[in-house]
């Protein structure tokens, strides 16, 4: 049983990686970055602000947007 779980799980976490490239292929490359850096790179806002230049307010605003094409992506 533990093979036959292991095997699905495996399967369901590389259905669910292609989705996220393919929902993060949507994204303008700014986006991208931002996403890359919070989600991936494990960066606060702060730490994307100062590292692209921007406000965190910016960063703020600019995630909330992707995540929002992301999702509308991903329920579509």
Do not use: C
């Not at 976490?13 to 996220?20: G, I, K, P, R, T």
């Not at 994204?27 to 921007?54: D, S, Y």
């Amino acid at each position: 049983m533990d093979q036959i779980s292991d095997k699905k799980n495996k399967e369901e976490n590389w259905v669910e990686e292609l989705s996220l490239q393919a929902a993060m292929n949507h994204l303008n490359p700014r986006e991208r970055h931002i996403i890359e850096m919070r989600f991936f790179q494990g960066k606060t806002q702060m730490e994307v602000a100062a590292e692209i230049n921007i406000s965190q307010a910016q960063v703020s605003r600019l995630e909330k947007n992707a995540l929002k094409t992301m999702k509308q992506y991903l329920a579509g």
